[in-house]
């Protein structure tokens, strides 16, 4: 049945995922017995930590299967504000316990946004951000940075203020640091610049801190300034799926918010979801309470360095820093115009990632999804023997380019 009013029009604008699409093709290439580099999609791979193991199955064998506060376990919510080193300054009620860290930003910008409000994001957001405002009947716009040096997409307050000023209905900025995509990095200095401008102009400055944990170069986090003046005006995101090994499908994230913010979130929590699972929840406590697995990180900066070896001067490429996350971000305009060796002319990030992957099997992820054209994204938590060989394929595919 046809019909355009059948499905709500805040639905409509969603873009299919494009990653799904490239699987198909993938796959395809694999029913002929063809290789395929997987660097689609962003999963820490290897063991689930025994501890957070046996803490599931523990909790299954005393039967925790029952409702529990919608808010998230108590004893979570207070490791929450230890692991994130917040306890001097919010109790448990301004931590809520979500099912993963997207439904900690669905929460969030459901409770902070009218219809018609803007919701900032920092240049090239998640595939993810646009449609959860969307689904606040908000405004997501993209502040795009002018000064781009070193092809880095940082967004600095001029960029920010510049959109403020533009966008007097302005709610709030979303800022992920480490950045899926770009795996850029914000300095606390950055951090710090950005949060005063926010806080000038009465917005929420919200940081998506899903892979803190996972910096280079003895980089340590850059923790957003926490007091008096910036508590009314700072939410922060984080949780299970990328800092820890396997926990994506554990689906746990937290948010830490004001007053005010957390019980609207919670309320709205109550109402639609009641809380994460308690066996997850369970698995998420034995996990920041235990010993952090920092081999995660060290074993993702030698594939980092593993990565930027092989794909050194690949032609048309233009090879981001990545100063965390687990993503290596190229700029590839070079290659828009150019013709592949069956004849098609590449004129976009979604042509570019359909040629790496039908013709040389080398699955990533199209800048197009990230609001980002002209770039390709490339998750390297994936084996060394991946890399390499992926990377060797991807400069014979740029190099075949006329
Ligand atoms: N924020 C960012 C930047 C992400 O990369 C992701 C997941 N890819 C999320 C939020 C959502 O995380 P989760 O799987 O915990 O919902």
Not at 246 to 259: E, F, H, K, M, S
Not at 273 to 298: C, F, H, K, N, R
Not at 300 to 327: A, W
Request: hydrophobic share 40%; with cysteine.
């Amino acid at each position: 049945m046809e019909s355009t009013d059948r499905i709500s029009p805040k639905l409509g604008k969603f873009r299919p995922s494009l990653t799904l699409g490239l699987k198909a093709i993938a796959n395809e290439r694999k029913s002929k017995g063809l290789p395929v580099y997987d660097f689609g999609l962003g999963e820490t791979k290897g063991n689930l930590n025994p501890v957070v193991k046996e803490a599931g199955i523990q909790a299954f064998k005393d039967e925790m299967t029952m409702y529990a506060d919608p808010a998230g376990m108590p004893e979570l919510r207070d490791a929450v504000l230890d692991w994130l080193a917040l306890k001097e300054h919010y109790t448990i009620e301004n931590v809520t316990i979500t099912a993963g860290a997207k439904q900690a930003l669905f929460n969030m910008i459901m409770a902070i946004c009218n219809p018609g409000d803007v919701v900032l994001f920092d240049a090239a957001p998640w595939v993810s951000y646009a449609p959860l405002a969307y689904c606040a009947y908000a405004v997501p716009v993209m502040v795009l940075s002018l000064e781009k040096k070193d092809n880095y997409l940082k967004v600095t307050p001029e960029d920010l203020r510049r959109n403020l000023e533009l966008r007097p209905f302005s709610k709030l900025f979303l800022l992920n640091s480490p950045c899926n995509p770009t795996g850029q990095l914000y300095t606390a200095e950055e951090v710090e610049a950005l949060l005063r401008v926010c806080i000038e102009h009465k917005i929420f400055f919200a940081l998506d801190r899903l892979y803190w944990k996972i910096l280079f170069d003895g980089r340590s986090y850059p923790e957003p300034r926490i007091d008096q003046e910036t508590k009314p005006w700072v939410i922060q995101v984080d949780g299970m799926s990328k800092n820890f090994r396997r926990c994506g499908g554990l689906r746990i994230g937290w948010c830490v918010a004001p007053d005010d913010v957390s019980r609207a979130m919670i309320n709205l929590q109550s109402h639609y979801t009641s809380g994460p699972t308690t066996v997850s929840q369970q698995a998420a406590l034995a996990a920041i309470t235990s010993d952090y697995d920092t081999e995660l990180a060290t074993d993702l900066e030698n594939k980092r360095n593993l990565m930027q070896k092989h794909c050194k001067d690949i032609p048309c490429v233009k090879v981001f820093p990545t100063d965390g996350s687990f993503y290596s971000f190229w700029d590839v305009r070079e290659a828009f115009g150019k013709k592949t060796p069956s004849g098609e002319i590449l004129k976009n990030s979604d042509d570019v990632a359909n040629y790496l992957t039908r013709d040389y099997g080398v699955l990533t992820g199209s800048g197009m999804g990230f609001l980002q054209n002209g770039y390709l994204r490339l998750c390297f938590a994936t084996p060394d023997e991946t890399i390499i060989e992926g990377m060797a394929q991807a400069r014979k595919a740029f190099e075949s380019l006329k």
